[in-house]
């Protein structure tokens, strides 16, 4: 079962961190295509809090100074990147070459999230039984 969505952006929060990634993208130095997905140059986009309200997953968003030691692990040096996290266990969903890709489209942005979530494998922990019932095996002889 898919808890949640992490987006990663690739900048720190806060004043400091802000100014440090709007200095370096400026200079050409730092990039973040989920910022472009999910902000304007001024606030965050109206379509990413409509995209938001219609998924059937919880969205979270994070900088990089505020993940939690399992969320940083997850991420390692590939923000800006979403992950799934799903029965306990980070992973990645989109990555940054993916979220380039979109070139700061909400919609695509949208559709490229359906399309990971339709195609991810059910999960099964190792040793897990299965839910669906056992087929019935003949008795004839």
């Avoid at 690739?10 to 440090?20: F, H, Q």
């Avoid at 200079?27 to 986009?45: D, N, V, W, Y």
């Avoid at 979270?60 to 029965?87: F, I």
Wanted: proline share 5%; net charge negative.
């Amino acid at each position: 079962m898919v808890d949640r969505l992490l987006g990663v952006y690739n900048a720190d929060g806060g004043l400091v961190g802000e100014l440090r990634y709007i200095v370096g993208h400026v200079l050409g130095t730092r990039s973040c295509a989920l910022c472009g997905i999910t902000h304007s140059p001024i606030r965050r986009k109206r379509e990413w809090d409509a995209l938001v309200t219609e998924l059937d997953v919880r969205v979270d968003l994070r900088h990089l100074n505020e993940l939690d030691e399992r969320e940083r692990a997850a991420v390692g040096d590939s923000a800006p990147v979403v992950l799934v996290d799903r029965d306990g266990m980070l992973s990645p969903l989109l990555d940054d070459a993916q979220l380039t890709a979109l070139d700061g489209s909400v919609a695509a942005f949208g559709a490229a999230v359906r399309a990971a979530l339709a195609a991810l494998e059910p999960f099964e922990p190792e040793g897990a039984v299965s839910r669906e019932p056992a087929p019935e095996q003949s008795t004839a002889g």
